[in-house]
T-cell receptor, first 115, second 112 residues
Framework: NAGVTQTPKFRILKIGQSMTLQCTQD?????MYWYRQDPGMGLKLIYY???????DKGEVPNGYNVSRSTTEDFPLRLELAAPSQTSVYFC??????????????FGQGTRLTVV | QKEVEQDPGPLSVPEGAIVSLNCTYS??????FMWYRQYSRKGPELLMY????GNKEDGRFTAQVDKSSKYISLFIRDSQPSDSATYLC????????????FGRGTSLIVHP
């Protein structure tokens, strides 16, 4: 059982380049999230999705875009990368079922450096 | 004032010590409280999950919620070097989108 899979694990981008961080989950979860984690700063929500075709902004959405065409996939797009986007990015999913199970399952993270 | 406050530490304790990790929050609508553990270079994983006030125990771990004080705690008994990690509290309300709000995380180091 793979859970939440993120690719790539590491990436170095030049300023102004674009890239897509991939996230796939095989648990049939409705909710999916993208967070960024800077040292000592906890997790900040970038975007989230409550189901296929539905996305919404989180706390820090500027410079990012997402799409959710299937239940399984939730890619994060960085356009015109900036040094401020250097961070560790985590994708997560949760079932949000009728028993109020909101446990978030996280991927292993993508370490992105923008130079 | 942030919605969830958590001291980032680091907190360094000897093996066998009782550890107390804490978070305060300002949103009185929060009803669901969680503790996640994150090892270095890994994603967080759920450790404890509690609803409303009270205590919940799981092995060496006890989660405590005091809604009147807007204060939650995680106690670790007989701490082990393998408990060395960052502990993040998270919480959300019973209405709306149920998106959890995370604390900054507290770095715990248990030395032999």
């Amino acid at each position: 059982n793979a859970g939440v899979t993120q690719t790539p694990k590491f990436r170095i981008l030049k300023i102004g380049q674009s890239m897509t961080l991939q996230c796939t989950q095989d648990m049939n979860h409705n909710y999916m999230y993208w967070y960024r984690q800077d040292p000592g700063m906890g997790l900040k929500l970038i975007y989230y999705s409550v189901g296929a075709g539905i996305t919404d902004k989180g706390e820090v959405p500027n410079g990012y875009n997402v799409s959710r065409s299937t239940t399984e996939d939730f890619p994060l797009r960085l356009e015109l990368a900036a040094p401020s986007q250097t961070s560790v990015y985590f994708c997560a999913s949760s079932p949000r079922d009728r028993l109020m199970n909101t446990e978030a399952f996280f991927g292993q993270g993508t370490r992105l450096t923008v130079v | 004032q942030k919605e969830v406050e958590q001291d980032p530490g680091p907190l360094s304790v000897p093996e066998g010590a009782i550890v107390s990790l804490n978070c305060t929050y300002s949103n009185s609508a929060f009803q669901y409280f969680m503790w996640y553990r994150q090892y270095s270079r890994k994603g967080p994983e759920l450790l404890m999950y509690t609803y409303s006030s009270g205590n919940k125990e799981d092995g060496r771990f006890t989660a405590q919620v005091d809604k009147s004080s807007k204060y939650i705690s995680l106690f670790i008994r007989d701490s082990q070097p393998s408990d060395s990690a960052t502990y993040l509290c998270a919480m959300h309300s019973s209405g709306g989108s149920y998106i959890p709000t995370f604390g900054r995380g507290t770095s715990l180091i248990v030395h032999p």
